[in-house]
């Protein structure tokens, strides 16, 4: 059984900057690539940034580009968000997800293993 831990949520003021961390528990899991994904209260989940892994191209939703940076570790099952410039919108219980198969990186459905999610509240 694959499991995510993330790690790395909190409170920042708005302008701030957090890192958010996520590593899989199997060192044998092999994924096409790792995201994350946001749910606000009161809303759906949503897609946040992701990267592939073959040739590490990088994918986000339009309202974080030029202030979050997905990037991976040195070992494969290792993904990290660094968050900058945050806003008050940002607040969310982020997610870290693995696709193991096909399917788009922005599609919820196309991921296979999901962590526990990470708060991230950030004050005005």
């Known amino acids: 059984q694959v499991q995510l831990v993330e790690s790395g949520g909190g409170l920042a003021q708005a302008g701030g900057s957090l890192r958010l961390s996520c590593a899989a528990s199997?060192?044998?899991?092999?994924?096409?690539?790792m995201g994350w994904f946001r749910q606000a209260p009161g809303k759906e989940r949503e897609f946040v940034a992701a990267i592939r892994w073959f040739d590490g191209n990088t994918y986000y939703t339009d309202s974080v580009k030029g202030r979050f940076t997905i990037s991976r570790g040195n070992a494969k099952n290792t993904v990290y968000l660094q968050m900058d410039s945050l806003k008050p919108e940002d607040t969310a219980v982020y997610y870290c997800?693995?696709?193991?198969?096909?399917?788009?990186?922005?599609?919820?459905?196309?991921?296979?293993?999901w962590g526990q999610g990470t708060q991230v509240t950030v004050s005005s």
């Open positions: 199997a060192r044998t899991f092999s994924n096409s690539g």
């Open positions: 997800a693995a696709k193991v198969y096909g399917g788009t990186f922005y599609y919820t459905p196309s991921y296979d293993y």
